[in-house]
Structure formats: C-alpha cells, structure tokens
C-alpha cells in the first residue's frame, strides 16, 4: 500500500516516524513533498521520519549556519553551503537531510555540480543539526562517511567527529582549531536574540579576526 502526502499530518514541533518504508516509497515521498519543502525528510534502514520545524528552530539554524560562514571567510577556506539538500544511497539505504552542511575541504570535488551523487561524489564535509523538535540520529550519518556533525539542543552545542566509523565528541572542531566554538556560538546566538542579527555577526566577526591576530 502507497502512502501519500496529502494523507500525512504532521503539526510544527512535531515529527512523524513510519517503519518498514521501502527504498521506493521513500523516493516517492520525496517526489511528493516538494510542495511541502518546509518539512525535512531522513531515511535509515526502512525507517522513515519526517520533522516539521518550529520558528525557533529555523533561527538557531540561520544564525549557527551565518557564523560558521564567518569563520570560512575570514580564515580564507573555499566553501559550499548546501543547506538542506537531500543526500541520499539506496546502496547504503540512507538518505538525509541535515538542518545545515558545508563543503569544505572536498569543495573542489563539487564545485559547479548542479547534481550529486553520493556513489561517486563525496559527503559534505560538515553538517549541523538543530535538536530542539528531535534528537538527531548517528547512523544515517555514519553510513553516508560524514566527517564532524553538530548538535544543538537550544542551549548545548556539540561537535562529533568521525573515527572508525563511529562518532566521538570532543571539545575542538578539527575544521577550526584554536577557536572554541562550543562555548562561543551559543553566546553569540543568545546576543542575537537581544541584539539583533547584524550587530552579534559584526562583533562575532570582530572576534574570529581578533582571535586570528592574537595567533599569528
């Protein structure tokens, strides 16, 4: 039996978990909801979920997203934000879509591309997730190889680096050594909820190039 769009009820906040989802109702789905873009779609094992973000979710993914784009242009790294593409395998039986990810290091393998594949393509090499309606799944991100995934839950920020298959979490982003993110983004974040958007990036800027003098 098909499930359709139209048969789906999915409130903000909320999420919706189906099993035993085959590969090809997934790409159905998938087909389905663009007209539905503001929901977000992962896929593992046969396991379905989809998440209907609140407003306070969409804004500590901008400005979270906005400051690493900081960091990216002041330390000179060439970079691709993707956003939330859809990655997906059916080798692999996974499929996400992270809140935010970058290219970075494996920027020159997909500049230009207008489409990926992930069978000749590589992941992105950085991927953030907003853990406010959900708590992110490891497994679907370990499967398609990507490098370092953040977490924030509204308050905590944590950043988990690949090894051996396996996420560990540590206090550094191998991306931006020296710069102590967990404890700085969520301050900057908070100053934008007081401060306003321009201001905490023009200060966060301030403070990257800061940061950037006192090493050099």
Same mark, same amino acid.
């Given at each position: 039996m ?7 009820l999915? %409130? ?11 590969w090809?109702?997934?790409?159905? $789905? =998938? @087909? *389905? &909801?663009q007209?539905h ?15 209907? %973000? ?15 784009e900081? $960091? =990216? @242009? *002041? &330390?000179d ?43 000749i ?47 560990i979490q ?15 983004i969520?301050?900057?974040l908070?100053r ?23 090493n050099?």
């Amino acid at each position: 039996m098909q499930v359709k769009v139209k048969q789906l009820l999915v %409130p903000p906040g909320q999420q919706l978990l189906m099993t035993d989802v085959s590969w090809q109702m997934y790409e159905q $789905l =998938l @087909e *389905e &909801l663009q007209e539905h873009r503001s929901w977000r779609v992962n896929y593992s094992q046969g396991v379905l979920e989809i998440m209907a %973000p609140l407003p306070e979710h969409e804004d500590d993914k901008s400005i979270i997203t906005n400051l690493v784009e900081i $960091l =990216l @242009e *002041e &330390l000179d790294m060439e970079f691709r934000n993707l956003a939330s593409t859809t990655f997906k395998s059916e080798t692999m039986n996974q499929g996400l879509e992270a809140d935010s990810c970058f290219y970075i290091e494996n920027e020159p393998a997909v500049r230009g591309k207008k489409r990926l594949d992930l069978t000749i393509d590589p992941p992105p090499d950085l991927a953030i997730e907003i853990d406010i309606t959900s708590r992110t799944r490891f497994n679907n991100y370990a499967a398609l190889g990507v490098g370092e995934l953040w977490r924030f839950n509204g308050i905590i920020l944590e950043i988990n680096v690949l090894q051996a298959g396996a996420y560990i979490q540590c206090d550094e982003s191998p991306h931006f050594p020296g710069f102590p993110l967990v404890k700085v983004i969520p301050e900057y974040l908070e100053r934008s909820k007081i401060e306003g958007r321009n201001k905490t990036m023009k200060d966060f800027r301030a403070w990257v190039r800061g940061s950037l003098s006192g090493n050099s």
